[in-house]
């Protein structure tokens, strides 16, 4: 049986991975600035990351959410404590998607409302209801389409009361910092304002932070840095290291009742392990400062090149951003010098979600292979 064709593969087979390393079929090296998507959170093969799954699956593996599992409750505990979010329930599932998916149904379920508000550039995943609030319409099929969304400007505070004031509008939906869409972040007034929007005309008003959550910003959210509190909070990819696990997390004032949302595989046994040993680990090792120092680092070696036009993002969610297309810069960073990196919707940005645990060196090693590269791109245009 062959695989259903639908990504595009880099020639290359990693088979092992130690820190912010992995390594191929030959042995090659290669330093991960990518972290899978931003997944890679405490770097490949953590040690005591390696211990807790070891341990649970020596243990019990999986059984269903219809009997007690307490490693949710340890879970949501250590989570409340190392993000500081008080008040909130946690619903655990596996992938941002289904994160989001069940975010949108919740909000509908509590405003009795089908509406939703997204943003341009916002990528919220693939499944039926959040690939509707996706701004990319080459991934939306016919039954997608479907569904009651409005699109807005980002920032757009009149734009987003004019619709609000409809009354229709069940949840609004954005990431604080917006991750394929190219790294833009809006401005502290306007999320503040949009919550309070949200609450006035009665929409959930949910963050998105499947990809900046985790400690990747230097907060464990990138919302706390605006001082708003979401109804609604999406969390997956560095939740688990690699392991398939998201949640959502939910303010008190909404209701639970048996049957409103479910799950299979959701909060099983290994992926609270994995959960358990992610925060362990990002709190033992300061990882949301370290991922704060790198920032201010990297901001230093950013402004002594003058091909970089423009540095978006914080923390461990980077973009630099150039005035040309990136594509293959990325390619002979990868092949040449063995360096992962990623690429957004915004072709001319070259996008940066190492391990938190990543070290200066490590950029240091970045550095030197980009000016290499972008030297032999001076001397080509001077032909």
Do not use: W
């Not at 953590?46 to 699956?57: F, S, T, V």
């Not at 503040?192 to 963050?207: N, P, R, T």
């Not at 996008?351 to 001076?378: G, Q, S, T, Y």
């Amino acid at each position: 049986m062959e695989l259903f064709d639908v990504y595009p593969l880099y020639d290359i087979t990693p088979v092992k991975g130690e820190g912010p390393y992995v390594y191929d079929a030959e042995g090659k090296k290669y330093l991960d600035l990518y972290g899978g998507h931003a997944v890679i959170s405490i770097g490949h093969s953590h040690p005591l990351y390696i211990d807790g799954l070891r341990n649970q699956a020596g243990k019990l593996g999986f059984y269903s959410n219809s009997v007690k599992n307490p490693l949710q409750e340890e879970l949501a505990q250590k989570l409340e404590e190392v993000s500081g979010c008080l008040d909130y329930q946690l619903f655990l599932c596996n992938s941002g998607a289904e994160a989001n998916e069940n975010a949108l149904k919740l909000a509908s379920f509590h405003t009795g409302k089908s509406r939703v508000l997204y943003f341009e550039k916002a990528f919220h995943g693939r499944t039926s209801g959040v690939v509707a609030v996706t701004d990319n319409e080459s991934i939306k099929a016919p039954f997608n389409k479907g569904h009651q969304v409005t699109k807005l400007a980002f920032d757009d505070l009149a734009g987003l009361e004019e619709e609000l004031k409809k009354e229709d509008v069940a949840a609004v939906i954005l990431e604080v910092i917006q991750g394929v869409g190219g790294l833009d972040e809006a401005s502290s007034q306007f999320y503040k304002s949009a919550s309070k929007l949200c609450k006035k005309y009665a929409a959930v008003f949910i963050a998105d932070e499947v990809q900046s959550g985790y400690g990747r910003t230097g907060n464990f959210f990138a919302f706390q840095k605006h001082g708003i509190r979401p109804d609604i909070i999406s969390i997956a990819k560095g939740m688990g290291n690699g392991f398939p696990v998201g949640g959502i997390l939910i303010d008190k004032n909404i209701e639970a009742k048996h049957g409103l949302l479910g799950t299979t595989f959701g909060g099983n046994h290994l992926s609270c392990a994995a959960g358990l040993a992610v925060l362990e680990v990002m709190e033992k090792e300061q990882l949301m400062g370290n991922a704060g120092s790198i920032f201010n680092y990297v901001q230093d070696k950013v402004s002594r090149i003058k091909e970089i036009k423009n540095l978006k993002g914080r923390g461990l969610m980077l973009g630099l951003e150039f005035d040309f297309e990136v594509a293959g810069l990325r390619k002979d960073l990868l092949f040449k010098h063995h360096i992962f990196t990623g690429a957004a919707s915004n072709k001319k940005l070259l996008r940066i979600l190492p391990p938190l645990n990543i070290k200066k060196e490590h950029f240091d090693n970045f550095f030197e292979a980009l000016e290499v590269e972008l030297e032999k791109l001076v001397h080509s245009e001077r032909g």
